[in-house]
């Protein structure tokens, strides 16, 4: 299985950024995807997630309202759109695939830097 993440980069604060991180190498019909984060210096942090057929998602009390996940079954792609960044949002995203079945994320993607300028 790999996950190809990309999209980030460098915006101001209010700005918007879009993630995708295209799935490959089997089947996800028993799968979630989810987006995490990781500030320098900091633990680990979900953001958000979304079931394979698009129906449920669930975000993290600190991006509701701000990023949107979605995904394209055709692709394998999920998409995270963020808009109105704030500094606090600056991190390295990692999309994981979640098995659940078992509840735990088997498959990491390599990360995507975003960094918000106050």
């Known amino acids: 299985v790999q996950l190809q993440a990309s999209g980030g980069g460098s915006v101001q604060a209010g700005g918007s950024l879009r993630l995708s991180c295209a799935a490959s190498g089997r089947t996800f019909s028993n799968y979630d995807m989810g987006w995490f984060r990781q500030a320098l210096g900091k633990e680990r942090e979900f953001v958000a997630v979304i079931d394979w057929s698009g129906s449920s998602t669930h975000y993290a009390d600190s991006v509701k309202g701000r990023f949107t996940i979605s995904g394209d079954n055709a692709q394998n792609t999920v998409f995270l759109q963020m808009n109105s960044l704030k500094p606090e949002d600056t991190a390295v995203y990692y999309c994981?695939?979640?098995?659940?079945?078992?509840?735990?994320?088997?498959?990491w993607g390599q990360g995507t830097q975003v960094t918000v300028s106050s």
């Open positions: 994981a695939l979640r098995n659940r079945l078992r509840n735990e994320y088997d498959y």
